[in-house]
C-alpha cells in the first residue's frame, strides 16, 4: 500500500532520518507515508550543501554572517523541516514546535 504510514526517527542534528528507533539518537518521532521520505532526505542535502557554501565564506571577514544570502536560506530550510514534523508528529511534539522562536505561522496574502 503506497498511503501506508511508516515511524521515523528525525535527528535536525546529524541532518538524518532513520527507520529504526535504536539506529542513532534522534530528536523527533514522526508518522508519514513513504513518499514523504524523499522530501526530507532533499532538504537535509540542500542544508548540507548551504552550510559547506557557510563556511567558505566564514574565511571572508568582511561579509558578516547575518547578511549572508546563504545563512537565511539554511534558516528557511530548518523552517521547512520543522514545518514537516510539525504536520507528521504527535499534539506534543506539535505544541512544543509551535513554541520554538523560528516557527512562524505564515500568512498568505492575495
Do not use: C
Amino acid at each position: 500500500m503506497e498511503n501506508e504510514k511508516v515511524k521515523m526517527y528525525v535527528s535536525i542534528g546529524s541532518q538524518q532520518i532513520y527507520p529504526h528507533k535504536y539506529a542513532s539518537p534522534w530528536e523527533y518521532e514522526v508518522e508519514m507515508g513513504k513518499e514523504f521520505l524523499p522530501v526530507f532526505q532533499e532538504i537535509f542535502r540542500q542544508m548540507d550543501k548551504l552550510e559547506f557554501r557557510n563556511f567558505l565564506r566564514a574565511h571572508l571577514p568582511y561579509v558578516p554572517y547575518h547578511y549572508d544570502k546563504n545563512n537565511h536560506e539554511v534558516d528557511m530550510k530548518t523552517r521547512k523541516l520543522y514545518a514537516l514534523i510539525h504536520e507528521f508528529s504527535d499534539a506534543e511534539t506539535k505544541k512544543f514546535i509551535e513554541g520554538l522562536p523560528l516557527f512562524k505561522p505564515v500568512e498568505i496574502t492575495r
